[in-house]
């Protein structure tokens, strides 16, 4: 009699425990680590600020080295190699490495921007099923959030193409706009009386971020908001624009317009230094001014904190193009505290990928902008108004270079407002501030008194 042989009953071993598992688990955290850090370099150390075709080149190519690590040190240091991975690693350090040689400009991004979505996608297919195949489940699931990032990112950049056909027209320019030299700038002025008052706008800001003011002063006075090129309706130009080339703009722009001088200058913010600019070149030109929350152009030598502070800004901002052109804009954008409609189409110019691009190449410009900014070291008796915002009375160094631009004038007034730094010019209190401020420079120039609060 034949007795069967003893079966041996075998259980069915886990994905996560055949040989080189553990070992891929780990290639594949380093590999995504290597990718990060590599795009985190070059962004913020190697290329820190540059334009966005150079950022977005830079992060691409970061993560095709991370996809290359996949497939190298797979191969060298596992039982399972992932050459599939050597395809998205060509794919991105290829267009990185072009985008970064090349810096397109904005019309070549566009137009790519409706090129690389459907290919990522179809890439992101790809990869996925040869992960299925060649990879065990711990290492394939870490990553699922990658695959799931670059598809968010491809539907991203889909709707943003589609949401800015048509843009333009959703939001007209409400003002007019005049040739100066080989672009065209955007202005809108309203209101009657004399002296007019001429609005230099912040950083991330343009004309229509004025509403709550100019709505106000154009009751008593003729006032004038406008773009400075590459913001809100005014056309782009080639490379940023310092101080004195805004200057000049502005000075051709309104003799375009048919306005006359001498004009009262409010600056907010950086529109501060731009205001100080304006009047150091055409010093005609003005007759008082009125700084709102300015900031002042010896900040880096003055305030401790702002030279790591503009460092941290320059890279962060350069960031923002890249990210509005997935369809980020609106997150990376704070939301206007103006009223109604103008708050809409604040919020919707500002988280443009044209915005965005606006930001990172004026914060680019500011060394110069301030340096600039000094050569006026006095208004002589012209009246001048400086408001201060208490948001930022605790950093050291800003209470004392507010006062010090008060000192611009012989004939100033220095006022504190409860309010924040956007809000001198968006918020009802703030705003209101800003108003008496502007209303009472306006009042000295026209009666030949001297300036005082309201």
Not at 14 to 22: A, E, V
Request: hydrophobic letters at 45%; a negative charge; glycine letters at 10%.
């Amino acid at each position: 009699m034949t007795v069967p042989a003893p079966t041996t009953r075998t259980t069915p071993v886990n994905d996560d425990r055949r040989p080189g598992c553990w070992a891929l688990t780990r290639v594949v955290l380093a590999s995504l680590a290597i990718g990060a850090t590599i795009a985190l370099v070059l962004t913020m150390a190697v290329f820190p600020g540059a334009a966005e075709g150079v950022v977005t080149g830079s992060l691409l190519f970061g993560f095709g080295l991370g996809w290359a690590a996949l497939a190298v040190i797979s191969e060298r240091k596992t039982s399972q190699p992932q050459r599939w991975a050597r395809v998205p690693a060509a794919a991105m350090m290829a267009t990185g490495a072009g985008l970064m040689v090349c810096a397109p400009q904005d019309a070549a991004l566009t137009a790519l921007n409706w090129v690389w979505p459907p290919l990522m996608l179809a890439l992101v297919a790809w990869m996925y099923a040869r992960s299925r195949r060649a990879m065990p489940g711990r290492a394939r699931w870490l990553l699922t959030p990658v695959f799931v990032v670059l598809t968010l990112a491809s539907v991203g950049a889909g709707v943003q193409n589609v949401t800015s056909v048509g843009f333009a027209q959703d939001h007209p320019a409400p003002g007019q706009s005049y040739s100066v030299g080989d672009h065209r700038l955007h202005i809108q002025c309203h209101g009657a009386g004399g002296p007019t008052a001429v609005l230099f706008n912040g950083l991330g800001e343009f004309s229509g971020s004025w509403a709550r003011i100019d709505d106000q002063v154009s009751a008593t006075t003729r006032v004038c908001a406008y773009d400075r090129a590459g913001q809100g309706w005014s056309d782009d130009v080639d490379r940023p624009q310092d101080g004195i080339a805004a200057a000049a703009d502005l000075h051709a722009l309104l003799a375009a317009a048919g306005e006359h001088g001498p004009y009262v200058l409010v600056g907010h913010s950086i529109g501060g230094p731009y205001a100080l600019t304006y009047a150091a070149q055409y010093p005609q030109d003005v007759a008082g001014m009125v700084l709102l929350d300015s900031a002042s152009p010896r900040q880096f030598t003055e305030m401790p904190a702002y030279p790591t502070q503009y460092a941290l800004m320059k890279r962060g901002l350069a960031l923002l193009p890249t990210l509005a052109r997935i369809g980020l804009g609106p997150a990376s954008t704070p939301t206007s505290h103006l009223p109604g409609a103008d708050a809409d189409t604040v919020d919707a110019m500002g988280s443009t990928v044209r915005a965005k691009r606006n930001g990172r190449d004026e914060l680019s410009i500011i060394p110069d902008l301030f340096e600039q900014a000094q050569t006026l070291t006095t208004l002589g008796d012209r009246p001048l108004a400086v408001v201060t915002a208490s948001e930022n009375l605790s950093t050291e160094g800003w209470p004392a270079e507010q006062d010090r631009l008060a000192t611009l004038s012989s004939d100033s007034i220095h006022s504190v407002v409860n309010s924040s730094h956007a809000g001198v010019v968006e918020d009802g209190p703030g705003s209101d501030a800003s108003v008496a401020a502007i209303t009472a420079v306006v009042h000295a120039v026209g009666s030949g008194s001297p300036v005082t609060t309201a």
